[in-house]
């Protein structure tokens, strides 16, 4: 199994920047693609970023132009760069990751909060 641990989160005002990071640990052959989910309290979880090992990226439209995902294959840690941070941006932020071990799976980091105040 994999695990993954984020960090980074926090407050800031509108129009600042934060970067998570997650990294994933644990028993597996391989991390394939690695992304970004957000969940704003009474709503659905969304995407918001998700890169493959490759490097080839996917953005939700809300974010395109503002954030930034990347990631480190050495260090199985995927990152999420948030600039010009919005209201609307204050989330759980959740890392995803799908790997190989006795077959294909995915796993969920613990999330970490992410509060944009006008």
């Known amino acids: 199994q994999v695990q993954l641990v984020e960090s980074g989160g926090g407050s800031v005002q509108a129009g600042g920047s934060l970067r998570l990071s997650c990294a994933a640990s644990?028993?597996?052959?391989?991390?394939?693609?690695m992304g970004w989910y957000r969940q704003a309290p009474g709503k659905q979880r969304e995407a918001v970023a998700a890169?493959?090992?490759?490097?080839?990226?996917n953005y939700a439209d809300s974010v395109k132009g503002r954030f930034t995902i990347s990631r480190d294959n050495a260090k199985n840690t995927v990152y999420l760069q948030m600039n010009s941070l919005k209201p609307e941006d204050t989330a759980v932020y959740y890392c995803?990751?799908?790997?190989?071990?006795?077959?294909?799976?995915?796993?969920w980091g613990q999330g970490t909060q992410v509060t944009v105040s006008s």
């Open positions: 995803n990751a799908k790997f190989l071990a006795a077959g294909y799976s995915d796993s």
């Open positions: 644990g028993r597996f052959f391989r991390i394939n693609d």
């Open positions: 890169i493959t090992t490759s490097g080839t990226t």
